[in-house]
């Protein structure tokens, strides 16, 4: 067997359909994101401006996160020391997971290393604890929890898309004796749209089901106090288990369950995903207990990002460009071709120093390739109009096809 052929195969086959990803050098600089330098392979330097990160509302520099870090790191150094089981357990992460079930009015919650390992971990056990348990999954739910779906070794219900009325038919087919769970999104990143909580809860309390929902491109952005769009609609309470994220819009990184208290222990206690991993550090901990703690009290940062995202979709609409707007932060524009988007993502990169990562198949279906767009409170006026004007002059290039009417 050539195994390296092998390899050259499976590369060359992702460069034939364009679906090839390049890594660039980013170089962060404290205080100016979304303003960063590029070293090109030359070695040459360019200045970017991110258009495609999550640090949604720029708290990974922001001062009082960063103060809390120093600190941290200055009174206990880098690593926690082992996994939570033996040392790895220190006062920054009890601290930060009460942080975390207050955000959400939960008794406890539960850290990972990051939201997609507390995903996989929490669904591919829940099987161990409530034998004969059937997870009911959302179509477009993100990776993590299909994988976790598909390891737990149990059965599951594949339910289309935001479709509360083929969930309730699947519901009804199952014996009323089983328990059952719901797993769905509140923000489904690639298209912006949102999950119908309330009519998953009614259901859920219709059928005797338990309600699992990842909020990871919702919490700090949405809800009064930023615990995501079941806050903003008050039905936290209604959801047994809160999936989130450390990354984006706290700046920082890690992820974690809220829920109850025997949840979160029975959990912990079980999932091999949290107990044979090393805990974050504590200088994470703390600057994301910070980050949090800062954004229960800070609407205005939110409603920037809001005001932003909306001006951009304006501002590209009225090109005439393809996107998407179910009113949620996220902005993708459609290209529909996996060369066409390299090309944009590529000219876009060299030739205005605006990075955008293309997005392809498999994370959404083919023929629906994009460039999705994350505007923050960071982002000004500026930096809009020179990517709405590069935007437009690539569009023209590639010859795409616009909207007769922008809208």
């Not at 092998?6 to 600089?29: K, N, S």
């Not at 699947?170 to 009323?176: K, R, V």
Request: a negative charge; charged letters at 20%; one cysteine or more.
């Amino acid at each position: 067997m050539d195994y390296t052929a092998q390899l050259d195969t499976a590369i060359d086959r992702l460069h034939e359909e364009g679906r090839y990803r390049t890594f660039i050098d980013i170089e962060r600089r404290n205080g100016q994101f979304p303003h960063a330098m590029r070293t090109r392979a030359d070695g040459s330097q360019q200045e970017i401006t991110v258009w495609c990160g999550n640090d949604y509302l720029g708290m990974g520099q922001h001062p009082v996160v960063l103060k809390a870090m120093h600190e941290a790191i200055d009174a206990t150094g880098a690593g926690s020391g082992g996994t939570r089981n033996i040392s790895g357990t220190t006062v920054y992460h009890n601290a930060l997971e009460a942080e975390l079930a207050n955000l959400h009015g939960k008794e406890a919650a539960l850290l990972f290393t990051s939201a997609y390992i507390a995903n996989d971990a929490t669904l591919s056990t829940l099987p161990k604890l409530f034998p004969g348990l059937i997870i009911y999954s959302d179509a477009l739910n993100h990776a993590s929890m299909i994988e976790g779906v598909r390891r737990n070794g149990g059965a599951k219900r594949v339910f289309r898309h935001n479709d509360v009325e083929h969930l309730r038919e699947l519901l009804a087919a199952d014996d009323p004796s089983t328990p059952k769970l719901i797993a769905f999104e509140s923000v489904y990143s690639m298209d912006g749209d949102f999950g119908p909580i309330k009519e998953i809860c009614d259901l859920a309390d219709e059928f005797g089901a338990l309600t699992y929902i990842d909020e990871v491109h919702a919490v700090g952005l949405y809800g009064p106090r930023g615990g995501g769009v079941s806050e903003r609609d008050n039905l936290a309470h209604r959801i047994d288990i809160i999936n989130g994220t450390l990354g984006k819009a706290y700046g920082v990184m890690g992820g974690y369950i809220a829920a109850s208290a025997k949840m979160c222990d029975a959990v912990r206690s079980y999932a091999p995903g949290f107990i044979f991993t090393t805990s974050i550090a504590p200088a994470i901990a703390a600057g994301a207990a910070a980050s949090i703690a800062f954004l229960k009290e800070d609407q205005a940062l939110r409603a920037q990002h809001q005001d932003m995202a909306k001006v951009l979709k304006l501002r590209l609409k009225g090109l005439g460009l393809p996107i998407i707007d179910h009113g949620s932060h996220i902005v993708p524009v459609i290209v529909g071709n996996p060369v066409h988007t390299k090309v944009l993502s590529d000219r876009l990169l060299e030739d205005f120093g605006i990075y955008v990562q293309p997005i392809n198949f498999p994370t959404v279906p083919r023929g629906t390739e994009r460039l999705r767009f994350t505007p923050s409170p960071v982002h000004g006026s500026g930096e809009v109009d020179k990517l709405v004007h590069a935007m437009d002059e690539l569009w023209s290039h590639c010859a795409l096809n616009r909207a007769e009417l922008a809208g």
